[in-house]
C-alpha cells in the first residue's frame, strides 16, 4: 500500500506564505487522484484542495485564490503553496490518495498521511 508523508508546517504571520509538502511511495502521484485536507482544532476535516492524475484540480471556497496544488512527478512528491495565510487557515495539514486517476467525491479516500501542522498568528 502507499504511503504519504507530509511536511513544510510551521507558524507564519497573517499574510505570509508557506509550501507543504506530501512525499508518496511507488507511483502514486504519477497515477492517482490526490487531495490536501485540514483539521481545524474542534472541526471536522475538511477537503481543501484535489488534483487529478491529469492535474485538474478543485478548491475549497476558503482557499479558492490563495492555495495551489501542484504535482511534482520526478520528486513523488504532491505540492500545496499557501499565499496570504489567515488565522482561520490554521489546522493540521492532511494529504490523501484515491486509488483511481479521477477523483470521486463520494468514494472514500484510501491512503492517508499523518499530517503537518500549521499556526497562522493575526
Known amino acids: 500500500q502507499a504511503q504519504l508523508v507530509e511536511s513544510g508546517g510551521g507558524s507564519v504571520q497573517a499574510g505570509g506564505s508557506l509550501r507543504l509538502s506530501c512525499k508518496a511511495s511507488g507511483n502514486t502521484v504519477r497515477r492517482y487522484c490526490m487531495g490536501w485536507f485540514r483539521q481545524a482544532p474542534g472541526k471536522e476535516r475538511e477537503e481543501i484542495a484535489t488534483?487529478?492524475?491529469?492535474?485538474?484540480?478543485t478548491y475549497a471556497d476558503s482557499v479558492k485564490g490563495r492555495f495551489t496544488v501542484s504535482r511534482g512527478y520526478a520528486e513523488n512528491t504532491l505540492y500545496l503553496q499557501m499565499d496570504n495565510l489567515k488565522p482561520e487557515d490554521t489546522g493540521m495539514y492532511y494529504c490523501?490518495?484515491?486509488?483511481?486517476?479521477?477523483?470521486?467525491?463520494?468514494?472514500?479516500?484510501?491512503?492517508w498521511g499523518r499530517g503537518t501542522q500549521v499556526t497562522v498568528a493575526s
Open positions: 490523501a490518495a484515491q486509488s483511481r486517476a479521477l477523483c470521486v467525491p463520494s468514494d472514500p479516500w484510501d491512503v
Open positions: 488534483s487529478t492524475r491529469l492535474e485538474t484540480t
